[in-house]
């Protein structure tokens, strides 16, 4: 069985800094893109950004230049470190992961942007 566990997420102040993981364990024997998500209070899912095996990165045009992606396959682990937090990037972030043949989801951890 695989799990994702995520941890980071916290209340910040507009212009703060988090950094959010995201870490896989279980019966793994292939980790490929890794992705963050998030979801908004009445709004649908929204891909944030993704790595490749090649370490490969791409972001929504909203994050870009103020998120990174990044990876540690030594420690099954991706992370997203955010930076000039806006109360826009209100949200639960999600990981998602494809890992075997599938595709798996963390539990959700809560960012709040807010004065």
């Known amino acids: 069985q695989v799990q994702l566990v995520e941890s980071g997420g916290d209340l910040v102040q507009p212009g703060g800094s988090l950094r959010l993981s995201c870490a896989a364990s279980?019966?793994?024997?292939?980790?490929?893109?890794m992705n963050w998500y998030r979801q908004a209070p009445g709004k649908e899912r929204e891909l944030v950004a993704t790595?490749?095996?090649?370490?490969?990165?791409n972001y929504v045009d909203s994050v870009k230049g103020r998120f990174t992606i990044s990876r540690d396959n030594a420690k099954n682990t991706v992370y997203l470190q955010m930076n000039s937090l806006k109360p826009e990037d209100t949200a639960v972030y999600y990981c998602?992961?494809?890992?075997?043949?599938?595709?798996?989801w963390g539990q959700g951890t809560q960012v709040t942007v807010s004065a």
């Open positions: 998602s992961v494809r890992i075997n043949r599938g595709r798996y």
């Open positions: 279980g019966i793994i024997f292939s980790i490929n893109d």
């Open positions: 790595i490749s095996t090649g370490e490969i990165t």
